[in-house]
């Protein structure tokens, strides 16, 4: 119970945006989102979440093709969150913008 209390202490520094382990991103697939740096974004995702316990999937279109041409397409679960839709990032390309989804500065 103290490892609990110590972990949400320290995450309170953390900006509210952050994802918190056991969270879940989703990184479009499809043809769009690829062609328009989707890749990269699932080569910064892999690279980063996993160390702070963020799961990286891929689906071959997060949107149901509503939001192809604002992507990248990046669907955010939150630990807790419920579904069945959940938050989607668009316009996710660089290094930058998966920092700012994962909540590091």
Known sequence: ESAKAS???SS????????EA???????????CSQRGGKNALAHFQDLAP??????????CVSECAECGLGPNVEVRKKGDDGPFYPIKNGVKSEADVKKILGIE
């Open 12 to 19: 309170s520094n953390a900006s509210n945006n952050a994802l």
């Open 22 to 32: 056991g969270s879940t991103v989703v990184v479009c697939t499809g043809p769009t």
């Open 7 to 9: 972990s949400s202490s």
């Open 51 to 60: 160390e702070l316990g963020i799961t990286v999937e891929t689906m071959k």
